[in-house]
């Protein structure tokens, strides 16, 4: 495949972009993306990157090809403050949007307004371990109950571990019995259902 040295130019430019897209994945769990959605999402990232950095300094590419008769030159920007504007913005801007994304403030003011009923997570599953913080009861298919707190849980429920901090077993009269363990590790191949527990607050209220 030949490259042209415009095609080099955009490629490169996409540098940035490219490097959001990673850092939101390991922000935020979603499906994988397509080529051509991963190269949108760069491009978007890029652009957006460098209209806020237009804002700072005169902006210009850090990397650049041009043609020399029929050799292409690459060329790297020496300018340190664009450099640094550049790689901030670069972190910045996919960590705030995995954020919002993960607390899903936008898609919640539009729940609000009844625009719609969506998240912004890819499952049920990420929203009920996000948004509920407590304690449960993993109810096992072998009939036996356990209790402890979710400290740790898998982004995708088909792989659907959950590690329970201070886990317990709890008998057939109700009493708890400690395992004397920091934590054990569940698999979901193994959990018939889960209970999420009241709080306090909320059983007084009851």
């Known amino acids: 495949m030949t490259f042209t040295y415009e ?11 490219f490097i959001s897209t990673r850092i939101l994945d390991t922000i935020i769990h979603r ?7 991963t190269l949108f999402e760069a491009l978007t990232f890029s652009f957006a990157i460098y209209a806020l950095a237009d804002s700072f300094i005169e902006w210009k590419p850090i990397f650049q090809a041009t043609k020399q008769g029929e050799l292409t030159k690459y060329d790297f920007s020496t300018d340190g403050n664009l450099i640094i504007i550049i790689t901030i913005l670069t972190i910045i801007v ?21 625009i719609t009923d969506k998240t912004s997570r890819d499952t049920t599953w990420q929203d009920v371990f996000v948004e509920q913080k407590r304690f449960v009861v993993i109810h096992l298919k072998d009939g036996r109950r356990i209790y402890g707190w979710p400290m740790y849980y898998s982004n995708d429920p088909i792989e659907g571990f959950i ?19 920091h934590g054990m590790l569940i698999q979901l191949e193994n959990i018939d259902f889960i209970e999420f527990m009241k709080e306090e607050s909320e059983t007084k209220g009851s």
Do not use: M
């Not at 095609?7 to 972009?17: A, C, E, S």
């Open 163 to 181: 590690y329970l901090f201070q886990p317990a077993w709890i008998a057939d009269h109700g009493k708890y019995i400690e395992c004397g363990t």
């Open 31 to 37: 499906k994988e993306q397509e080529i051509s959605a």
């Open 7 to 17: 095609t080099v130019n955009i490629l490169l430019l996409l540098v940035p972009g």
């Open 94 to 114: 996919p960590t705030t949007i995995g954020a919002i994304l993960h607390h899903d403030l936008i898609l919640k003011l539009f729940r609000v307004l009844h």
